[in-house]
């Protein structure tokens, strides 16, 4: 089965309402394959996500960067996937590394907030555990080492394990899952080394924090090797 490439740019904990727009502008600019062939998702902070929604081309889409692990109530701080449905955000980012890292978010956490979220009808771009739904998943792999520090995993390395990865949804799920679902790869990917990697047959799209972040440099990974 052909899966789409998928490129998600995390701005994670970063921005202004000028900058925002000024690289909302840029994306809107972009030349870029068609959507049919390249799925384009920008995840803003939570408190740009209406703004940025409301700017961005319709053919891109936004997602939230977490969500709470249920249903919304007593929990402060938190946003739950009802609020992202009702305001028409259709992904989310879950278990990212810095939040496992820095706010102990476990597997069992992750997989239950990734669980939930589908569950409510927001797509995830996740860290895997307790998925029934997996055609509303994508799952990246992101290297510890690689995010943020400028050190990219070669492609022979990232194919090694997104092989290995699709090899497990195989074992453990069944291998039409294995066949459909998009393992993205994320950690320090930019315009000058995204075509190498995509190139990988089991590289199905980026998920990208600083470049994402850098209007020089914003179009050039969307326009993979597709
Ligand atoms: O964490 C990442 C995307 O979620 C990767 O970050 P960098 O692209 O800045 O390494």
Known sequence: MARKFFVGGNWKCNGTTEEVKKIVTTLNEAEVPSEDVVEVVVS???????????????????????????????????????????????????????????????????GDKVAYAVSQGVKAIACIEKVTNWENVVLAYE??????????????????????????????????????????????????NCNELAAQPDVDGFLVGGASLKVSDVPSFIVPLV
């Open 44 to 110: 803003p902070p939570f408190v740009f996500l209406t703004l940025v929604k409301s700017l961005l081309r319709s053919d891109f889409h936004v997602a939230a960067q977490n969500c709470w692990v249920r249903k919304g109530g007593a929990f402060t701080g938190e946003i739950s996937a009802e609020m992202l449905v009702n305001l028409g955000i259709p992904w989310v980012i879950i278990g990212h590394s810095e939040r496992r890292a820095l706010l102990n978010e476990s597997n069992e956490f992750v």
């Open 143 to 192: 290297p510890v080492w690689a995010i943020g520090t400028g050190k990219v995993a070669t492609p022979a390395q990232a194919q090694e394990v997104h092989c290995e990865l699709r090899k497990w949804l195989n074992d453990n799920v069944n291998s039409e899952v294995a066949a459909s679902t998009r393992i993205i790869y994320g950690g320090s990917v930019n315009g000058a």
